[in-house]
């Protein structure tokens, strides 16, 4: 199994609401991303997790909220949403170098994202 | 800033011209990746070209590095209908000292082959 699988595929909520927004992977990578494209841009590294602890974050605002459960699955949480989040939101994974250094020498793999809109 | 840009931002084609893309970026680099989008879906890795490379091949794919002008290029010989998509390179910086590095996308480029 190469794939990685996003849900749901679109998304509208307004700006009270709470939802989150699901990524999963059975490739065995230990490191896996949220991006974030607003349309015509290149993706926007959010957040990267690495052997399921939260490595980098990219000063991202507290209304979302990553989680990574176990090795295959990682979450982003949405609370509080402005209309400005309204993006394709991306979910990446890769193997990861042995040791503890993360080196993003591989290809990433690509989920095929979840289209937010917030009202 | 690591962000590549590519150029041109688009580009239109017959189908079986080739396609030439560039990107340049701004600092020394471990890798330089290229990925395929199609709208508004997720990205499709293609090619990777490491720092001591100069040039390397996959199927129409052609991908050229030059680490003193900080830029690579793209070639999509022959090209389909298929290729209309966008095109990113993807560039990861050394080390920092904190051991972790990421991978930054360039602006992208724009194809549309024309049957």
């Known amino acids: 199994d190469t794939e990685v699988t996003q849900t749901p595929k679109h998304l509208v909520m307004g700006m009270t609401n709470k939802k989150s927004l699901k990524c999963e992977q059975h490739?065995?990578?230990?490191?896996m991303y949220w991006y974030k494209q607003k349309a015509k841009k290149p993706p926007e590294l959010m957040f990267v997790?690495?052997?399921?602890?939260?490595?980098i974050n990219e000063s991202v605002p507290s209304r979302f909220s990553p989680e990574c459960p176990n090795s295959s699955l990682l979450n982003l949480h949405l609370h509080a949403l402005q209309p400005e989040d309204s993006a394709l939101y991306l979910c990446?994974?890769?193997?990861?170098?042995?040791?503890?250094?993360?080196?993003?020498?591989?290809?990433?793999?690509f989920g095929p994202g979840t289209r937010l809109t917030v009202l | 800033s690591q962000q590549g840009e590519e150029d041109p931002q688009a580009l239109s084609i017959q189908e079986g011209e080739n396609a030439t893309m560039n990107c340049s970026y701004k600092?020394?680099?471990?890798?330089l990746q290229w990925y395929r989008q199609n709208s508004g879906r997720g990205l499709v890795h293609l090619i990777l070209?490491?720092?001591?490379?100069r040039e390397k091949h996959s199927g129409r794919l052609r991908v050229t590095l030059d680490t003193s002008k900080k830029s690579s290029s793209l070639l999509i010989t022959a090209s389909r209908a298929a290729d209309t998509a966008s095109y990113f390179c993807a560039t990861d910086a050394p080390l920092n000292s904190g051991g972790y590095q990421k991978v930054t996308f360039g602006t992208g480029t724009k194809l549309q082959v024309i049957p």
């Open positions: 070209i490491r720092s001591n490379e």
């Open positions: 490739m065995g990578h230990r490191a």
């Open positions: 990446a994974s890769s193997p990861l170098a042995s040791g503890v250094t993360l080196i993003p020498y591989n290809e990433q793999f």
């Open positions: 600092t020394s680099i471990n890798n």
């Open positions: 997790y690495s052997y399921e602890k939260l490595s």
